[in-house]
């Protein structure tokens, strides 16, 4: 599985906002509204959900052909044989993460400047996400790094591999984004905490695809 040149809009599933009874139905909205790429996420249940929630989630992304990432956990991405993972800074080198998933699969990074982003570029990850763009209450205590560098990262990284702004990010804060120079995003609690998910992830994908280039 590779991460296609269409997959402009990244979705995650964050358990910090759906609860694991509405992770399905929450997926499926997503992907009905266009999400290009699912993440699990979750910062704070144990291995036991995380897991059954993942294989769930595997099953409805295979089935719409669209790749699953796992956030954080290698082991258990290999073990389900999800398509990727994702890891932050701290999660250590490429190379480890890459000895437990496997030569056939996604492995991303989070970025939160242009230097860590030509770093992740360097070091051969497949994609990574560039933010917060704005401060966000789904990764407290970062601050918003804004969009002064978007072009930049787009230049020297989003031309090599997929790079994916992140932070803050909704429909309101989208055009700017995009007018900054995003060419693909990640977009988490304003559509998770939608009362339509899948109108608001339309809505979003719509204004990626009709971007004014
Ligand atoms: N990494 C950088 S910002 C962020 C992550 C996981 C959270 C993005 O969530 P939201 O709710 O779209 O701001
Ligand atoms: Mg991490």
Known sequence: MHISLSALLYCILDLGY???????????????????????RAKNHDLSTIERVAKKLLLICREAKIPFIINDFPE???ALDADGVHIGQDDGPLSTAREMVGPGKIIGRSTHSLD???AALA?????????????????LGRPGIGLDHIQEMQRDVGSR?????????????????????AQRVVIVS???QATDITKATKDCKSLIINREI
Do not use: H
Request: with cysteine.
């Open 123 to 139: 070091e051969g990850f497949d994609y990574i996400g560039f933010g917060p763009l704005f401060p966000t209450p789904t990764k």
């Open 190 to 192: 304003s559509l998770l």
């Open 18 to 40: 759906v609860t694991e009874e509405n992770a399905e139905s929450a997926t499926r909205s997503l992907l009905a509204g266009g999400a290009d790429i699912l993440q699990l």
């Open 76 to 78: 258990l991405a290999a």
């Open 161 to 181: 591999i997929p790079a994916y702004c992140i932070g803050g990010i909704t429909p309101e804060t989208l055009p700017s984004v995009l007018a900054a120079g």
């Open 116 to 118: 860590q982003a030509r």
